[in-house]
């Protein structure tokens, strides 16, 4: 996890996620990071800059863009 406002609730959030999901908005990551610990592959969206680069910091998978812009790897 990372050491952003790490809780037991975005645990909680990401269990009943069956599949990957795409946290579109993910900011600095923190649901987004505790989905990939979890083991739900995730992939973080946001169009802040600086919030991918934080995302990605704490191990998130984000890409910087719109969530109406195609998805890296779309479909899989």
């Known amino acids: 996890m990372s ?7 975005d645990d909680l959030i990401c269990w009943p996620a069956d599949g990957p999901v795409i946290d579109i ?4 990551g ?3 990071v505790a989905a990939q610990a979890l083991g739900i592959p995730a992939l973080g969206v ?3 800059v600086e919030a991918v680069a ?4 704490s191990g998130g998978t ?9 998805i890296p ?4």
């Open 3 to 9: 050491a952003l406002d790490d809780s037991p609730a």
């Open 25 to 28: 908005g993910c900011g600095p």
């Open 30 to 32: 923190r649901i987004l």
């Open 46 to 48: 946001d169009v802040s």
């Open 54 to 57: 934080i995302a990605r910091r």
């Open 62 to 70: 984000a890409v910087q863009g719109s969530a109406f812009d195609p």
């Open 73 to 76: 790897d779309g479909g899989r």
